[in-house]
């Protein structure tokens, strides 16, 4: 769940927000960051999970890359329209640096493998199956995108769908790869 602190930033109410566990409209999540990347102001909250596999990552293994950190879920719209558009942009930027870590809350493996048939992610899809993560990481809705620098730090976020083609979002991710 969003800390008191951060609604308190954001000027977002407690009424406002839907329980974590329910869709929210891309709007009102856009509320709570803006159109586009807001910037990040706490620490950056741990994340060890494991792959569609079983084997566990840790966040601290993408050390020295720009990484995007992408909350979704199979029956988010917003998700499935941004996968393929951040796919694209990690793909385009890997050899500057630019890592694609693609969390699925708390969905069933089988549902998980079938829409990566459909869609591939260009990058590391890790499960997180009870949802512990996405709370730890105030992910109060999906698509919940944060953008983690090359120490390992998340520098900007954004709650519901991002514009991944904008000036005005590859900008902020071009300046950090460039840093």
């Not at 719209?77 to 393929?84: T, V, W």
């Amino acid at each position: 769940m969003i800390s008191r602190r951060r609604l308190l930033q954001s000027g977002l109410s407690l009424a406002a927000l839907p329980a974590w566990t329910r869709a929210a409209s891309d709007s009102a999540l856009k509320t709570a960051t803006g159109p586009d990347w807001a910037p990040w102001t706490a620490p950056t909250p741990a994340l060890a999970l494991p792959d569609l596999g079983g084997r566990e990552h840790k966040l601290s293994a993408w050390r020295g890359n720009v990484v995007i950190v992408s909350f979704w879920a199979t029956w988010c719209d917003p998700c499935r329209d941004e996968i393929p558009l951040m796919s694209a942009m990690a793909k385009r930027h890997r050899e500057e640096g630019l890592r694609l870590v693609a969390v699925n809350v708390g969905e069933a493996l089988g549902k998980v493998s079938t829409f990566l048939a459909k869609w591939p992610v260009a990058g590391t899809v890790l499960h997180d199956r009870n949802s512990a993560a996405s709370k730890k990481w105030e992910a109060i809705g999906l698509p919940a995108n944060y953008l983690v620098d090359r120490g390992g730090s998340i520098r900007y976020w954004h709650l519901g769908e991002l514009d991944w083609q904008s000036d005005r979002v590859t900008g902020v991710v071009t300046r950090m790869l460039r840093s």
